[in-house]
């Protein structure tokens, strides 16, 4: 059984920074890569930013690039999501997710809520 557990999130002004971490843990369980996901209310669930371990670039959405930096750390299966310039339309529930072996995201955590405030 793999679980992803994110944290980090909340409410913040719009212009500020938050950081997400999550981790992932599982009985010898080592991740293709990982990424984070978020979802708005009445939205549907958007890629945001990803990264391969054995490549390494990360790949951001248009809409978050410049802002927010992904990393990580392959050997704990850790992922981290930096968002700076926070704007209102960020407001989301983020997922944090991980790939067995391959492009899917096999593996979800439950979320955490970032509320950007005007």
């Known amino acids: 059984q793999v679980q992803l557990v994110e944290s980090g999130g909340g409410l913040v002004q719009a212009g500020g920074s938050l950081r997400l971490s999550c981790a992932a843990s599982?009985?010898?369980?080592?991740?293709?890569?990982m990424g984070w996901f978020r979802q708005a209310p009445g939205k549907e669930r958007q890629f945001v930013a990803g990264i391969t371990w054995r490549v390494g670039n990360p790949y951001y959405a248009d809409s978050v690039k410049g802002r927010f930096t992904i990393s990580g750390d392959n050997a704990k299966n850790t992922v981290y999501l930096e968002m700076n310039s926070l704007k209102p339309e960020d407001t989301a529930v983020y997922y944090c997710?991980?790939?067995?072996?391959?492009?899917?995201?096999?593996?979800w955590g439950q979320g955490t809520q970032v509320t950007v405030s005007s």
């Open positions: 997710a991980a790939q067995r072996g391959g492009p899917a995201y096999d593996f």
């Open positions: 599982g009985r010898a369980f080592s991740s293709y890569g």
